[in-house]
């Protein structure tokens, strides 16, 4: 992945924005560049066919975009809500709307706080889906800890939204990542409901060495991924000697995670430089990070003994060297890319465009490119009528909703 110094910026003040005019930069990348950059990390092989450097995906969509909304302070997250508009989160700690005519609102009262550095700050919004009548939501984020001043862990907090869409209600965190590390970076941290009404936690490593090397000790939350139900019991896997919400463990930092046409789950995971991965992650299986990896150290040194396979030790559908640094998953479903149903779209923040995998079965067959340079992509989601809708990661960011050029 690529490092994200970027430091909080002070909040301003924010104008609502609709622009109607088309941006468009559209097509599937037209010369296959970005599949004949040198790798990152030379000399290593793939464990299989197809699992890394796709064939250049075919079709012909093109795509119009729009921007939404703009001024957003670095939005994370994001889900719509049943009237067309949209929960949006801002890294430094805010949560609004964005009603369907891209009106922004006020920051919603009564967000839990959070320790906005470095990679940290309000992170994941998830709408539930019987929102209508229950007006639930859950939120993720950096958490500090109440008891280590510096430190902080990933924190999940459910609430109701008052009618008037102005204050978030009986907010209480029901997760909270342990043990707390005084570090700013790697948090994870998608939110998915998943078909039993579980709520699935990706989580993170903490970045430094010393949290790193625990991400495969059993008896802690670092490098996991978790399964808690609605109110924050324990559903993970029930292996035995794991924490009791563990699902999967040996993850580095898993910033999108989405449900499949199946009700599997699916996550893409930021690698170290060379070694971002797609998983299909299974109950009480290890996904192999720091013990193997795809990829090297930010300073070209190997991870551990730099393997990239071990009995025991899961392989990653697909992996990309270079890095495209994945933030933001959804498996297409829609009305207005019917060609793309079942296809995989990843949000790419360091190949700043949208991703798409198609796929064979569980392989990789073909991978696209698509709005290449709309800045770095954060979060991807689906629209109501089958359009997409990105955030981009700036100070300036944007809410911008992709459609099909007619
Ligand atoms: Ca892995």
Same mark, same amino acid.
């Given at each position: 992945m690529t490092p994200q110094p970027d430091p909080p910026v002070p909040s301003r003040g924010r104008t609502a924005a609709l622009f109607a005019a088309s941006v468009l930069l559209a *097509? %599937?990348?037209?010369?296959q560049d970005w599949n004949d950059e040198g790798a990152n990390a030379d000399g290593q092989t793939p464990?299989?066919? +197809?699992?890394?450097?796709? %064939?250049e995906a075919q079709g012909s969509v093109q795509l119009d975009t729009a921007v939404v909304a703009d001024g957003l302070d670095h939005p994370w997250g994001m889900d719509p809500l049943p009237d067309g508009s949209w929960l949006v989160t801002e890294r430094s700690g805010a949560l609004r709307m964005v009603a369907a005519d891209g009106t922004l609102s006020e920051p919603i009262a009564g967000v839990p706080q959070v320790d906005a550095r470095g990679q940290g700050g309000l992170l994941d919004v998830l709408v539930a889906p019987d929102f209508a009548q229950s007006r639930r939501i859950w939120l993720s984020y950096a958490a500090p800890s109440a008891t280590e001043p510096g430190k902080n862990s990933t924190g999940v907090a459910t609430a109701t939204l008052s009618q008037d869409g102005r204050t978030l209600d009986g907010v209480t965190e029901i997760f909270r990542q342990q %043990?707390?590390?005084?570090? !700013?970076? @790697?948090?994870g941290s998608r939110l998915v409901l998943d078909r039993d009404g579980m709520l699935f936690v990706t989580l993170g490593e903490r970045s430094d060495p010393e949290p790193r090397a625990t991400a495969?000790? !059993?008896?802690? @939350?670092? +490098?996991k991924l978790v399964r808690i139900s609605p109110d924050g019991k324990p559903a993970g896997? +029930? *292996?035995? +000697?794991?924490? %009791?919400?563990?699902?999967?463990k040996g993850h580095r930092n898993v910033q999108a995670a989405a449900l499949d046409g199946e009700g599997r789950l699916w996550t893409v995971e930021m690698g170290p430089q060379g070694g971002d991965e797609l998983n299909q992650p299974q109950k009480g299986l290890n996904y192999g990070w720091p013990i193997i990896t795809y990829g090297e150290d930010y300073d070209g040194t190997p991870i551990g003994e730099g393997i990239t396979a071990q009995d025991g030790l899961e392989q990653p559908v697909y992996y990309w060297d270079p890095v495209i640094a994945p933030s933001g998953l959804v498996i297409y479903d829609g009305a207005m890319f019917p060609e793309w149903n079942g296809d995989i779209l990843v949000g790419g923040l360091a190949a700043q465009a949208l991703v798409r995998l198609d796929l064979d079965g569980d392989r990789v067959a073909g991978e696209a490119r698509y709005l290449? $340079?709309? $800045?770095?992509?954060?979060d991807v989601a689906v629209a109501a009528d089958g359009s997409l809708m990105l955030l981009t990661d700036a100070d300036n960011g944007q809410m911008v909703r992709v459609t099909r050029a007619e």
């Open positions: *097509t %599937p990348a037209c010369a464990a299989f066919q +197809g699992q890394t450097r796709a %064939p %043990p707390a590390w005084a570090s !700013d970076k @790697h948090f495969q000790n !059993d008896d802690n @939350h670092i +490098g896997a +029930g *292996t035995a +000697g794991w924490l %009791p919400d563990v699902w999967s290449e $340079g709309i $800045g770095r992509v954060r």
